[in-house]
């Protein structure tokens, strides 16, 4: 299917991730409902919206964790609704998680190496150790190479999972609340961290963020989920002035709060 | 710089091997060393590739298997017909070799054809299925017309030496450090630690399975080989239910973390029996209470002294 | 004829794996842990009544009751020393520990008690009831019914009485039931001594229907009872039962048409097929991780 790495770099008129009518639903509760978005090539695309909305439940469509009870899924083009989740990253779909799910016994740099995709069977070389600490030195987590993932502070375990998802060279990342359990300070070298990730790595990102702050200021466009409908849709500045969102999501007096 | 100290930790570890393998093998020769104690090198050296077989499956792929004397006996019989059968038509430095192989590859050969679809099944279901696996294989050899029944297989040609099990050995060792941090370690010990992360991170977790499980097997099958070319003699109850959870036992309180660790784990946990020897039917019940004793006092959080607390705020 | 013969040594058999696999079951279901040394307490069982009536002359009946205090103090006892200091260990370091009591059990019974397999006295003495051309012992039938009599008491006990709702709670979690205020230690220690008092009723029903005990006489029956466990769906009451009389009956109905030698090999492989088509067990249900 998609097979060659410089397919994902050049725009080929194809969004980059797209679904339409993507739904599910669990023992008759529909967690998703006919939802349909395209993110385009290098775009920062935001998914928001209350506790329990279908952000996640998404994500886990889009990586195949869950199956869809109906519409279809396109990276690049190509059609991947069906396709095993190891087969989604190795096309080019990284993602990272909500509760952190490191590899928590094994070193920060293993954590990298092992997704690399280029590394072969066979040991590990001295090529690949140099690239995994270039990245790791880009999060700023060089130093704690040796170290066990497990034993990292809450944000650079979040860092070190971008990173890990970066290091199989995706074409679209998938972010499930990297900001969660931040503080402000971190919460907002991460905004900066984001939009260099897409300029360096050339990638396109689609988030799920409560961060307000974060989602307004580095999204390109945004979907907002209720229920696992989508009742808007539009750039940060439409959204932040459409009465249904304000009214859903934001709470009807507390528009301050974006 | 890594590179230099790698190529270097390389060098000297197989010059130590090597030098051990001289002053083991002079030891023996000169007749210093007693026969009790040489005899005592087959078990120990056997143990520790079982163990080291079983810490790739338990310490690196995080999955429990209760049943790994099984592989071995299928490795110990597959071996010990092929070489009954062949010692009047191979030379011996072809049949061993070969029998090693035959072993490997029957022990291996089933752990595919059992890992094809027991890997559906996730945590203790496993364990069980192994188990039941190893029941199968026991009552299997004892009912089965060509494998001499309960009284055993006999007349298995002697062929396993002290040079061959040692060198048997330092490879499973060396084979198990670098698979330790070849890619597909990395990708077991990746899924050992988070399955969903794994399979969301490009590895394809069943399959990647299904591999560990059959290089398990396969040398627990060379352990089986080597053993059956020993004592020259089998019966099944050898490689009962007991077996495996020795062979667990070793590699738990090996830490699950380094090759190593699990080697001289094994190492101590088979003469430590033979040490207790002295206190004769007390020799098991000790070992028992400090199994559970060594188990409780690694996972206890101990607190630390008062006084070391004190001194540490002090300065 | 022979059929029905099989039938009734089946449930006989069965009744005793049910006995035990409601000990692993529970145990697994509360303590999330495989008790492995749970086979032993019902060798502690058997071997104590054997004690109690040939060397103190003991009443069989009184002896019964005794060794039911004994391994219920036997089975509170382990769970505080060996396995309440690693509840929040890993599941692994949990299993080597219940190993090490089984080792332990075992050894001190050996040097107790010796080795060799010890006569089990003959408790009933009451002769066959003949229906037809059928003989019932009367061993099988007492067997039977004190097996369904201690189910329903389980069956009441866990899902109508306080305390019973409280196991529950700890099994679905243990940390919101702790929140609750329900008083985990107490649960799991009362979870162990309904495990063990069944251990101690099944070893001397073992004991009846084998006629012999010794220091390792535990170990089978355990590891059959533990799959007749994992069959009906581990954590699961009632598929613990439904798993003991399955395997019991499987195991019978091989050994009269089959081949008794095989028995062992095609009960497990049996086992085996069971988890590939149904991989939580029969009655188990699927817990969905989340993501």
């Known amino acids: ?258 | 710089m890594n590179h230099l100290w790698r190529k270097k930790k390389f060098f000297l570890g197989g010059l130590f091997t090597l030098l051990l393998f001289v002053l083991m093998h002079s030891l023996i020769q000169s007749g210093l060393v007693s026969r009790h104690i040489q005899s005592l090198s087959v078990p120990v050296g056997l143990n520790m590739i079982l163990a080291l077989s079983l810490f790739l499956l338990v310490g690196m792929l995080g999955e429990l298997s209760l049943g790994h004397a099984g592989f071995m006996s299928i490795g110990a019989y597959a071996g010990g017909l092929f070489s009954k059968a062949m010692v009047q038509v191979i030379p011996v430095w072809i049949r061993f070799p070969l029998a090693l192989c035959v072993g490997a590859l029957v022990a291996a050969l089933l752990a595919l054809l059992l890992s094809v679809p027991v890997f559906r099944l996730k945590g203790d279901y496993l364990a069980i299925v192994t188990l039941a696996f190893g029941e199968i294989v026991r009552s299997l050899v004892i009912n089965l017309p060509f494998t001499g029944g309960a009284a055993g297989l006999k007349g298995i040609p002697k062929d396993t030496s002290f040079s061959f099990l040692y060198w048997i050995v330092v490879f499973t060792i060396w084979l198990t450090m670098w698979i330790y941090s070849s890619k597909i370690g990395l990708e077991w010990r990746a899924i050992r630690d988070n399955a969903i992360a794994a399979e969301a991170c490009g590895i394809p977790v069943v399959s990647r399975k299904r591999t560990a499980f059959v290089v398990t097997a396969s040398l627990a099958g060379v352990a089986g080989v080597l053993y059956s070319h020993h004592y020259s003699i089998l019966t099944a109850e050898v490689f009962g239910f007991n077996r495996s959870i020795e062979v667990l036992v070793m590699v738990v309180l090996g830490g699950l973390e380094s090759a190593i660790a699990t080697a001289v784990s094994a190492f101590f946990l088979t003469i430590a029996p033979e040490m207790l020897r002295f206190l004769n039917q007390y020799r098991m019940l000790i070992y028992s209470l400090v199994l559970i004793i060594v188990m409780i006092g690694r996972n206890t959080q101990w607190e630390k002294p008062k006084w070391f607390q004190q001194r540490r705020e002090n300065a | ?291």
């Open chain 1, 1 to 258: 299917m998609i097979s060659s790495q410089a397919a994902r770099r050049e725009p080929s008129g194809h969004p980059a991730l797209e679904a339409q009518n993507l739904s599910v639903s669990f023992g008759g509760l529909n967690a998703l409902q006919g939802f349909s978005f395209q993110l385009g090539y290098q775009q920062i695309g935001g998914l928001i919206g209350p506790n329990g909305a279908g952000k996640t439940t998404c994500f886990n469509l889009l990586t195949n964790l869950y199956q869809p009870t109906e519409g279809n899924i396109k990276l690049f083009g190509h059609e991947i609704k069906g396709a095993p989740s190891y087969h989604l990253f190795r096309w080019g779909l990284g993602r990272t998680f909500q509760n952190i799910r490191l590899f928590h016994r094994m070193t920060v740099l293993e954590n990298v190496l092992v997704t690399q995709p280029n590394s072969s069977f066979f040991r590990t070389n001295h090529q690949h150790r140099k690239e995994a600490l270039d990245l790791l030195d880009f999060f700023h987590l060089a130093d704690q190479a040796e170290k066990k993932a497990g034993s990292l502070p809450y944000g650079a375990q979040r860092r070190l999972e971008i990173a890990r998802a970066l290091a199989g060279n995706p074409g679209v990342l998938l972010l499930d609340e990297p900001a969660a359990g931040m503080n402000p300070s971190e919460t907002s070298q991460l905004a900066e961290q984001i939009k260099e990730i897409r300029n360096r790595f050339q990638v396109s990102i689609l988030l799920i963020e409560h961060d307000m702050h974060l989602v307004m200021g580095v999204c390109d466009y945004l979907w907002v989920l209720n229920f696992g409908h989508q009742i808007a849709q539009g750039t940060p500045m439409e959204i932040q002035r459409n009465p249904a969102v304000i009214e859903a999501y934001l709470g009807r007096k507390e528009r301050s709060e974006c």
């Open chain 3, 1 to 291: 004829m022979a059929f029905v013969i099989a039938m009734i040594n089946g449930i006989n058999l069965g009744s005793i794996y049910a006995l035990i696999a409601l000990g692993y079951t529970m145990v697994y279901g509360i303590a999330k842990m495989l008790n492995f040394a749970h086979g032993d307490v019902i060798m502690a069982g058997a071997l104590s009544v054997v004690v109690l009536v040939q060397q103190f002359h003991v009443h069989p009946a009184l002896s019964i009751f005794i060794s039911v205090i004994f391994c219920v103090a036997l089975g509170v006892l382990t769970e505080k020393i060996a396995y309440k200091p690693l509840r929040n260990s890993s599941s692994l370091s949990v299993l080597i520990t219940a190993i090490g009591v089984s080792y332990l059990m075992q050894n001190l019974a050996q040097i107790l008690f010796g080795s060799s397999l010890r006569s089990f006295p003959k408790v009933f003495r009451w002769p066959s009831v003949i229906l037809g051309s059928v003989e019932f012992k009367m061993d099988r039938v007492i067997t039977i019914v004190v097996t369904f009599i201690l189910m329903f008491f389980v069956l009441w006990f866990v899902y109508r009485t306080k305390i019973g709702l409280a196991m529950r709670a700890v099994a679905q979690d243990r940390e919101a039931a702790m929140l609750m205020g329900v008083p985990i230690d107490r649960i799991i220690s009362i979870t162990f001594a309904i495990g063990a008092a069944l251990a101690a009723v099944a070893g001397f029903f073992y004991g009846v229907a084998y006629g012999f005990v010794g220091p390792y006489s535990g170990s089978m029956p355990g590891i059959k009872a533990f799959t007749a466990a994992v069959f009906g769906g581990i954590g699961s009451i009632p598929g613990a039962i439904l798993g003991g009389f399955l395997l019991g009956l499987a195991e019978s109905m091989v050994k009269t048409f089959i081949s008794s030698e095989l028995s062992d090999a095609i009960v497990f492989g049996l086992l085996i097929v069971v988890l590939l088509i149904k991989p939580t067990g029969l009655l188990g249900k699927e817990i969905r991780d989340k993501v």
